[in-house]
Nanobody, 121 residues
Framework: QVQLVESGGGLVQAGGPLRLSCAAS????????MGWYRQAPGKQRELVAG???????NYADSVKGRFTISRDNAKNTVYLQMNSLKPEDTAVYYC???????????????WGQGTQVTVSS
């Protein structure tokens, strides 16, 4: 089994920064793509940002230029630096990872438990 544990959510004023972290642990052989999704009340879960094992990144148009995704492969951790936050960024943020597990060497998708980000106006 693999666990993803997120941290760093909270309440922040509009325009402020916040940094999310997500650490993976367990039967990990290799972590391929990692990413952050979010889900606001009454809306579908959406991709915020993704990063491959080689460091290539992609972002939702709504966060380009404000959010930065990065990862530390040695720590099996992915980060989301969020700057210039807006009230519409308010959501539960979920970490996601495609993990090749041991001993099967099969790839599975795992989700974190979610962390609340609230941006006040």
């Amino acid at each position: 089994q693999v666990q993803l544990v997120e941290s760093g959510g909270g309440l922040v004023q509009a325009g402020g920064p916040l940094r999310l972290s997500c650490a993976a642990s367990g039967n990990i052989f290799r972590i391929n793509a990692m990413g952050w999704y979010r889900q606001a009340p009454g809306k579908q879960r959406e991709l915020v940002a993704g990063i491959t094992s080689g460091g290539s990144t992609n972002y939702a148009d709504s966060v380009k230029g404000r959010f930065t995704i990065s990862r530390d492969n040695a720590k099996n951790t992915v980060y989301l630096q969020m700057n210039s936050l807006k009230p519409e960024d308010t959501a539960v943020y979920y970490c996601n990872a495609l993990v090749v597990t041991t001993p099967s060497l099969l790839e599975y998708r795992y989700w974190g438990q979610g962390t609340q980000v609230t941006v006040s106006s």
